[in-house]
């Protein structure tokens, strides 16, 4: 698991690189386009589930932070799991992650085709998704310092973007300023047909799938431990900051959206046929800031494909180190970039293409439910990592940990718990029903392994 020398990822993420990269994996289809279907699950009251989320992702990430800090090394949970569980978890959670940020990318992909229709209604889908693709791989391929500054614009455009809408929307509803001097006010949030909780409480639970895709992508955090500057330092600092910035993004835009714009509206055909915020901003009857959040939402869906792709270079470097994949994955090119990993994700995210092209209409959905399913078993396993970490250690050494798991271990079982029920939820739902392909993926990677590595790991 040393990584040293020649072989090893060049450490030239700084913390501002390590926040805005994580920003820019989480903030993307999750809010600009899946937030539409979280709508028409539960009213004004996803707010709820957005904050719900937001505690569960929590204590998440300080599981994940515990033992990143106390081991800072590239391939993150995959190799955690690897050492604190066995070799054949830290197998299956390597390839389910990699297979996680490609479903994610070929989301990605369609959310940008669908965007495009908003300027060009008869364009195909896979046209727009293809040329996003390429563009991504080339950005990947570059020196890791380049790609951080590339991620910290795309992110920035994003975070900027957002606090624009955030002061545009409350302007409007307190104001009336740029709606004709009309106030909008709160009402749209309990005015409306079955008021704050249109669906009931359930609908707060039955959101909780779209809302945790929306939180993937956080644990970017962890799988930069590898070649940031200073791991005791910005891990700690990039996960407090970047969950606090992502609940203010999150339940600010929902908040002002709704107050703006009959939330009825937006969840028409199940909230899926364009973002939710250019629909309000058209619904306004201000053209002009629809097209311009139009534009900012195909680079917020680039800049999370972009955050992927780096992902799984380093995940299928680490693999490979560990004798799990081919060993050509594990060769970096001459700025110590995973270069071959990127290439040959880039060519399995085709297959995102290819949907598109054979079934535009459905394809959205159906992989955002099998990635929000995959991110629900990656963050499972983090956690579960953490109690075996902490298992091996004495109470000196638990003492000396630098940033220790919060409640711990009651606050494991709760992680655990809302991750189990909302998993059940996702697979009962009629949109999100696919998810449970992510069941058959699992399996398939346990035979691989039991069949291929189980012998040669002996």
Not at 30 to 45: K, W, Y
Not at 88 to 109: Q, R
Not at 125 to 148: D, H, R, T
Request: some cysteine; hydrophobic content about 50%.
């Amino acid at each position: 698991m040393k990584q040293s020398g020649s072989d090893s990822l060049q450490r030239g993420l700084s913390e501002r690189h390590v926040q805005l990269i994580a920003i820019g994996g989480a903030v993307g289809i999750g809010l600009f386009l899946a937030s539409g279907s979280a709508i028409s699950s539960a009213g004004p009251s996803l707010l709820l589930s957005y904050l719900l989320a937001g505690f569960i992702v929590y204590l998440i990430m300080r599981a994940l932070g515990e033992v990143a800090v106390e081991n800072p090394v590239s391939g993150s949970f995959s190799a955690y799991a690897h050492k604190y569980i066995s070799p054949c978890a830290g197998f299956m959670v390597g390839w389910t992650y990699w297979f996680l940020w490609v479903v994610s990318s070929m989301t990605e992909i369609t959310a940008i085709g669908i965007y495009c229709n908003f300027w060009w209604p008869e364009l195909p889908q896979w046209i727009p998704g293809l040329l996003s693709l390429i563009c991504v791989m080339g950005a990947n391929l570059f020196s890791i310092k380049m790609f951080g500054e590339i991620e910290v614009w795309f992110s920035l455009i994003k975070v900027i973007t957002i606090v624009l809408i955030i002061i545009l929307g409350l302007s409007i509803i307190f104001f009336g300023i740029g709606n004709g001097g009309k106030i909008v006010g709160l009402s749209n949030l309990y005015s409306l047909p079955g008021g704050f909780f249109p669906f009931g409480i359930s609908g707060v639970f039955k959101a909780l799938g779209m809302v945790i895709l929306a939180f993937v992508g956080i644990e970017f955090i962890g799988v930069t431990a590898g070649e940031v500057k200073n791991p005791e330092k910005t891990i700690p600092s990039s996960i407090n900051k970047v969950l606090i910035g992502m609940l203010f993004f999150y339940t600010g835009t929902i908040f002002v959206i709704m107050c703006l714009y009959p939330w009825m509206n937006i969840a028409k055909g199940g909230g899926v046929s364009g973002s939710p915020f250019v629909a309000t901003f058209s619904g306004l009857g201000i053209k002009q800031a629809a097209s311009i959040i139009n534009f900012v939402v195909i680079t917020a869906a680039l800049s999370s494909c972009n955050s992927g792709m780096f992902s799984n270079g380093r995940m299928l470097y680490n693999l490979a180190l560990q004798n799990q994949a081919p060993k050509f994955l594990g060769k970096l090119n001459s700025n110590k970039i995973p270069a071959n990993g990127i290439i040959f994700t880039f060519f399995v995210a085709l297959l995102g293409v290819m949907l598109n092209y054979v079934m535009p209409n459905n394809v959205f959905m159906t992989l955002a439910g099998i990635s929000t399913a995959l991110g629900i078993w990656i963050f499972a396993v983090i956690v579960i990592v953490q109690m075996c970490s902490r298992k091996n250690m004495s109470f000196e050494e638990v003492s000396k940990l630098k940033y220790p798991m919060i409640f711990y271990p009651y606050s494991n079982y709760i992680a655990l718990a809302a991750l189990m029920l909302t998993l059940y939820l996702l697979f009962l739902e009629k949109t999100t029903r696919m998810s449970i392909l992510s069941l058959l993926w699992l399996a398939i990677i346990y035979v691989i392994y039991q069949l291929f590595m189980k012998k040669k790991e002996k």
